[in-house]
Nanobody
């Protein structure tokens, strides 16, 4: 089992930045890819970004590309999402997830999920 706990969400204004963190514990000695997803009420959870175990391979959703950066510190078992130039449309609950497969934009490929952290961007 892998336990994931997100933090760093909050209320910001459009144009501001936030950095989300996701701390992993439990079976963290395995090589796993990780991802960030987000969800708003009434909508499906959508892909934001993913990163490989070594951090070399990343991928982003089109609407965050160039604004968000995913990274990880395997020594500390922490995943990050740096979010710049935030827009009201980025308002959502953000979830981190882990998979023992390859990096993926498909939420069905992920085995473990955090509880989410709320990000609210005001205009």
């Amino acid at each position: 089992q892998v336990q994931l706990v997100e933090s760093g969400g909050g209320l910001v204004q459009a144009g501001d930045s936030l950095r989300l963190s996701c701390a992993a514990s439990g079976r963290t000695y395995g090589r796993y890819a990780m991802g960030w997803f987000r969800q708003t009420p009434g909508k499906e959870r959508e892909f934001v970004a993913t990163i490989s175990w070594g951090g070399r391979d990343t991928a982003y959703a089109d609407d965050v590309k160039g604004r968000f950066t995913i990274s990880r510190d395997n020594a500390k078992n922490i995943l990050y999402l740096q979010m710049n130039s935030l827009e009201p449309e980025d308002t959502a609950v953000y979830y981190c997830a882990a998979t023992f497969g390859v990096p993926s934009s498909y939420r069905e490929r992920y085995n473990y999920w955090g509880q989410g952290t709320q990000v609210t961007v005001s205009s």
